[in-house]
């Protein structure tokens, strides 16, 4: 139980310490993180616009890295919510016959082996339906915005 006490009375006196040097180097409470405003504030969210554009009418972007999922280059506002039970993307995506193969402007990307693969149980069987919460789209893949990024991203 004694060591116990010591050990909280020289944890609270780091915290006390290190607090004391952190308001002695002139660092202020407001500029620890992103927001740079106090806790205390209530921000208005900034509204960033999605585009509106009709499936297979625009630019696709460049991933960000290798693997990344890609970003929706089309308006999903009728889609949501996207659930088991109703997913107007599969109804354009599911196009396992054109896996492997190139495809012409316009058209659907399909929905890859691996969306169709349980990795957990059999990842060398490749089944006929969407694996677990594969179904839920949104959850990885997100629309293309005007949103500028939050922080400055070195990442390559």
């Not at 506002?77 to 599911?94: A, E, G, K, Q, W």
């Not at 196009?95 to 492997?100: D, I, M, V």
């Not at 060398?124 to 922080?151: E, F, M, W």
């Amino acid at each position: 139980m004694r060591n116990h006490t010591v050990i909280a009375l020289i944890g609270m006196g780091l915290m006390l310490g290190l607090t004391g040097i952190a308001a002695a180097a002139g660092i202020k409470a407001n500029d620890t993180g992103l927001s740079k405003t106090s806790v205390f504030d209530v921000p208005t969210p900034i509204v960033y616009h999605y585009k509106a554009d009709q499936a297979g009418s625009s630019k696709l972007l460049p991933r960000a890295y290798l693997g990344a999922p890609p970003q929706i280059p089309h308006d999903i506002t009728d889609f949501l919510p996207i659930t088991r039970d109703s997913n107007m993307c599969v109804s354009c995506h599911d196009q396992k016959e054109q896996w492997g193969q190139k495809r012409a402007t316009g058209t659907p990307t399909p929905i890859p082996a691996s969306h169709y693969t349980d990795l957990r149980n059999a990842p060398s069987k490749v089944t006929d339906q969407l694996i677990g919460a594969r179904y839920n789209c949104n959850q990885c893949h997100v629309p293309q915005t005007d949103a500028p990024a939050l922080v400055i991203n070195m990442f390559k």
